[in-house]
C-alpha cells in the first residue's frame, strides 16, 4: 500500500472541528527543549507534572408528592413557565445578559425596545468583532467568555473548565498546567510563516534582497503602514483566541519586536503599530480565559543574527557595539515590565521573556549570563519581588540544556528557564516511529532542572521531524533534503502518516509539559496557493489528526520513561514561585557583573573601557493603554506602574559618533571614548 494518499483538502476551505467533550485524565506528566527555524542548530531538555480528574456533577431533580389538586395545578404551572424561559434562554442565547457575577435580562425584542449586548456566554454565542463580521464562539470543554465593554477590567473568561478565570482565580504553577501556542509571524514577520507577505516584494523595482523585517520594510517604502497594519489586522484576530481555547489550550506566546516601542538612526522598521495590536491581544486574551507570555523576540543589533531577530546576518549583542545594544534593551524591557505590571493587565500577562534564542555560541556564556543578570535586576528594581510584583522572567537556555543553569542566580525571584526543542533540526532521518519516542527523553531533564532551578517552560515546539518547507530555514532553495515535496503535500498523508505525526506530537507535549506549539498558524503561499511547513502549523494539525483535539491526551505518554527518582511532584523551590526573599546570592552578583569583564570576539581589559556604551541621561518613553469608547472613564493605567522609578533610559552620548550597531562585530573602536 502507498505511504500516501489522495485527499483534495486545503487548509482555507477546512473549518475546526467541535472539540470532544473533556475526558477524565489522570496519570503523569512530564516536560522539554532544542532550537528552531531559520537555522540549524540545537539541544534539548524535560518535564513532569500531574493532571487532576475533573469531576463533571450532575444535576438531579426530586419530586415532591401530590398535596391537593390545585396546589398540583399551581405547581405544573410554575414548571411550564419556567420550561418555557428555559427553552427561551437555550434558543435565543444572544437574548440573554450573563454578567460575571450573575445575570440580568435583556429587553424583549417583540416591545421594540433595544436589546443590550449580552457581557459573556458560552457555547454557542454569537461574537460580532469590531471589523462587522460575526461568528459562533464554540467551547466543549467547558469555557465561557466574558467581555464587558463598559468595565474592561473585570474578571474575563475561562479558557476551559479546568483553566482558571482571568482575573479571578490565580494561577498556580505546580498544579496548572500551561498548554499554549506561539502567534509567530503576527507582531515580528517570519517569511516562513506569513509567505505571502513576502512574496509581494520578494521582486521589487529596488533591487533590494527581501530577507527579513528589516529588508521587506525597505521594499514596502511608502506602503509600509498599510502593508503591516493589514497583516497586523487580518493574520491573527479575536477568532483564534476563542478557537485556541475551543483547542483545549490556555495560554499564548506573543513574539514582539523592539519596534514596539522605538526605532532609532536608520531602522526601517514600523513604530508603533504592533504594540496596539498587543494591545487587542490583551483584551482578546482576557475575554476568551487566555493568558499572555509577552516575549521579546527582537532585540537591536540582533541576538542571533536569524530572520526572526528583525535583521539577518551579524550578531551585534557581542562586538563593538554589544554593550550600547544591550544597554539600549535594558531600557525596553523596563518599558515594558511597567507596563504589563500594573493592576490592569497583569492578571492577563504573567511572563515576560527577556530574549528569544540567544546565540550562546557565538555571544559567550560570561556576556549571556551578564545580560541575563542585568536584565533581572533591571525588571525587579522596577518590580520589587514576591508573588504578584511583576512577571515571572523568561530566561532562554541558549539550546545548551537545563543542566548547567542549575545555580544560576540562584535566590532569584521567579526565573523561568525556557527551552526550545526541536526534532526538525537534528538531522535524524529515521522513520516516524522511531522519531515518536525520542522526545520522551527530554522528560529527565526538565524534570530535574524544575527541581533544581525552578519553572522550566517548553516555549517552542513542532511535530516537524526535518527541515522541509518553503523557506524555513529563511528565503532560498530550502531543504536539500530529497523527501520533501512529499512532507510538503500534506494534503497527501495518509493515516499511518498521521497516526505517527500525531505520536511525536503528544510525546513532545508530555515531555515539555508546559509548553507552546511553533506556531498557531501558517499562512498560504500566493505561489503555492496552499499552506507549506505544515508540521509547524497547529490549526491545520488540529484539522488534520496529526495535532489531538484534547492536548490532555498527552498525559503520561511517556511515564514509562521515567524512573519513580526522576518525577517532578510540582513543588518547585520557593524563590521560584515569589514565596522566597527573592535575595541572589552575592557569589552570582559578583560573578554575572555587567558589563562583563570580557566580550566575544576578543575584548578584554582595558579593551573593554573602550567599548562605546550609552547613558542613562535619556527620557524613558511609556507605552500606551488601549482606548474604550464605551467606558471612558474606565481608568486603562499610565503605563507605569511603579512612580517611584524614576531612573532615565539609556540613549546615545551627545557628540560621540557610533558605528552601525548592526553591524559593529568587527569595527574600529571609536578614537574618542563614548562612555
Avoid at 248 to 267: S, T
Avoid at 284 to 303: E, N, T, V
Avoid at 416 to 438: C, E, N, R, T, V
Avoid at 618 to 633: E, I
Wanted: with cysteine.
Amino acid at each position: 500500500m502507498s505511504l500516501y494518499q489522495n485527499v483534495s483538502t486545503r487548509p482555507e476551505d477546512l473549518e475546526l472541528s467541535p472539540s470532544p467533550q473533556p475526558q477524565d485524565a489522570d496519570s503523569e506528566h512530564l516536560i522539554e527543549t532544542t532550537p528552531y527555524r531559520d537555522r540549524p542548530e540545537g539541544f534539548s531538555a524535560p518535564y513532569k507534572d500531574e493532571e487532576s480528574k475533573e469531576h463533571l456533577s450532575s444535576q438531579k431533580f426530586s419530586r415532591t408528592p401530590n398535596v391537593q389538586s390545585s396546589r398540583t395545578r399551581k405547581i405544573i404551572a410554575i414548571f411550564l413557565i419556567v420550561l418555557v424561559a428555559i427553552a427561551i434562554a437555550i434558543t435565543v442565547p444572544a437574548v440573554v445578559v450573563t454578567t460575571r457575577h450573575g445575570s440580568t435580562s435583556a429587553k424583549s425584542e417583540s416591545s421594540g425596545s433595544s436589546t443590550q449586548a449580552p457581557t459573556s456566554g458560552v457555547s454557542g454565542s454569537v461574537i460580532d468583532m469590531e471589523d462587522g463580521t460575526k461568528f459562533t464562539y464554540t467551547n466543549n470543554f467547558g469555557g465561557d467568555w466574558a467581555a464587558d465593554p463598559t468595565q474592561p477590567f473585570l474578571p474575563g473568561g475561562k479558557a476551559q473548565s479546568w483553566s482558571p478565570r482571568i482575573g479571578a482565580e490565580e494561577w498556580t504553577w505546580g498544579k496548572d498546567v500551561a498548554r499554549g501556542v506561539n502567534l509567530g509571524g503576527w507582531l515580528v514577520t517570519e517569511p516562513f510563516i506569513v509567505p505571502s507577505l513576502y512574496e509581494k516584494y520578494v521582486n521589487n523595482s529596488q533591487n533590494i534582497t527581501v530577507q527579513d523585517e528589516w529588508t521587506l520594510s525597505l521594499a514596502m517604502g511608502s506602503n509600509l503602514a498599510s502593508e503591516m497594519e493589514n497583516h497586523y489586522k487580518t493574520f491573527i484576530t479575536e477568532q483564534d483566541f476563542a478557537e485556541i481555547a475551543a483547542a483545549g489550550l490556555n495560554w499564548v506566546r506573543i513574539p514582539i519586536g523592539f519596534w514596539a516601542i522605538e526605532a532609532i538612526n536608520d531602522e526601517p522598521f514600523l513604530v508603533g503599530t504592533s504594540w496596539t495590536y498587543f494591545l487587542k491581544a490583551i483584551q482578546w486574551a482576557r475575554k476568551y480565559g487566555i493568558r499572555i507570555y509577552l516575549d521579546l523576540h527582537a532585540l537591536p543589533g540582533s541576538q542571533n543574527g536569524w530572520n526572526h531577530s528583525g535583521k539577518s546576518g551579524s550578531v551585534n549583542l557581542n562586538g563593538v557595539m554589544g554593550i550600547a545594544n544591550a544597554q539600549r534593551t535594558l531600557t525596553y524591557l523596563r518599558i515594558l515590565v511597567e507596563f504589563i505590571s500594573q493592576d490592569q493587565y497583569r492578571d492577563v500577562v504573567p511572563i515576560l521573556g527577556i530574549v528569544n534564542e540567544i546565540l550562546w555560541g557565538t555571544i559567550g556564556q560570561t556576556s549571556v549570563q551578564s545580560f541575563y543578570y542585568a536584565a533581572y535586576e533591571t525588571i525587579r528594581q522596577s518590580t520589587g519581588t514576591g508573588s504578584g510584583a511583576g512577571p515571572y522572567i523568561a530566561l532562554h537556555e541558549g539550546f545548551q540544556g537545563p543542566a548547567i543553569w542549575e545555580g544560576f542566580l540562584s535566590g532569584a525571584d521567579r526565573l523561568a528557564l525556557d527551552q526550545h526543542p526541536y526534532l526538525a533540526f537534528m538531522g535524524d532521518k529515521s522513520p516516524i516511529d522511531a522519531q515518536a519516542i525520542k522526545p520522551c527523553a527530554w522528560a529527565i531533564a526538565t524534570n530535574q532542572s524544575s527541581k533544581a532551578f525552578g519553572l522550566t517552560l517548553g516555549g517552542e515546539f513542532s511535530t516537524a521531524i526535518n527541515d522541509c518547507g518553503l523557506w524555513l530555514n529563511g528565503i532560498g532553495p530550502g531543504s536539500s533534503d530529497p523527501d520533501c515535496p512529499i512532507w510538503d503535500d500534506w494534503a497527501s498523508y495518509n493515516t499511518s502518516t498521521v497516526a505517527g505525526l500525531k505520536q511525536i506530537t503528544l510525546a513532545t507535549m508530555d515531555a515539555l509539559q508546559n509548553f507552546f506549539f511553533w506556531t498557531w498558524k501558517i499562512g498560504n503561499s500566493t505561489v503555492l496557493g496552499t499552506s507549506s511547513n505544515p508540521l509547524w502549523h497547529y490549526r491545520l494539525g488540529l484539522q488534520q489528526g496529526w495535532v489531538p483535539s484534547d492536548p490532555r491526551e498527552a498525559i503520561g505518554h511517556c511515564a514509562s520513561v521515567l524512573s519513580s527518582s526522576q518525577i517532578f511532584d510540582g513543588n518547585y523551590p520557593m524563590t521560584a514561585t515569589g514565596a522566597g526573599a527573592g535575595t541572589v546570592a552575592p557569589d552570582q552578583i559578583s560573578s554575572h557583573a555587567f558589563p562583563p569583564p570580557s566580550l566575544s570576539p576578543s575584548f578584554t581589559g582595558t579593551q573593554m573601557t573602550l567599548l562605546p556604551t550609552y547613558t542613562a541621561t535619556g527620557a524613558v518613553k511609556t507605552l500606551p493603554a488601549p482606548t474604550f469608547t464605551a467606558a471612558p472613564s474606565a481608568s486603562v493605567g499610565t503605563g507605569w506602574n511603579n512612580s517611584a522609578d524614576t531612573s532615565s533610559a539609556y540613549v546615545p552620548v551627545t557628540g560621540c559618533s557610533y558605528p552601525d550597531s548592526w553591524d559593529a562585530v568587527n569595527a574600529s573602536l571609536p578614537t574618542t571614548t563614548c562612555a
